[in-house]
């Protein structure tokens, strides 16, 4: 059974840096593709962006929406099993509770708000406040 915890947020004014971590137990995290999402208070569910597994197709490759592309990147340490999102250029529009999410059945990215709703494996959470 994958457990998955998120961890890193906090407050951060616009245009700082944080970066978030998505650690993972009871089962190796390289077997999965790992959405990144993010919700903010009174809107819906936002797909931020993907690594695929490394054992896909695609082999380890990232994609990102558009509202992050440039400013967001996505990497994975598979000696920590953990997934990490490296968020620069914070906007006011950043802020929400960010989670991470797998499924064994998905390898490839992007995984979407849709497909989201299907995936069995979700952390509660880290929130992101930037402001200032």
């Known amino acids: 059974q994958l457990e998955l915890v ?3 947020g906090g407050l951060v004014q616009p245009g700082g840096s944080l970066t978030l971590s998505c650690a993972a137990s009871g089962s190796t995290l390289d077997y999965y593709a790992i959405g990144w999402f ?10 931020v962006g993907c690594i695929s597994s490394s054992h896909s197709s695609s082999g380890g490759t990232t994609h990102y929406e558009d509202s992050v592309k440039g400013r ?6 598979k000696a920590k099993n953990t997934v990490y999102l490296q968020m620069n250029s ?11 999410a797998a499924d064994s059945a998905f390898r490839n990215c992007p995984l979407s708000v ?3 709703y ?13 402001s200032g």
Do not use: N
């Open 118 to 130: 299907s995936m069995d494996y979700w952390g509660k959470g880290t929130l992101v406040t930037v």
């Open 38 to 47: 993010r919700q903010a208070p009174g809107k819906e569910r936002e797909a």
């Open 90 to 100: 914070l906007k006011p529009e950043d802020t929400a509770e960010y989670h991470c």
């Open 72 to 77: 967001f990147t996505i990497s994975r340490d």
């Open 6 to 8: 998120e961890s890193g």
């Open 114 to 116: 849709p497909v989201s």
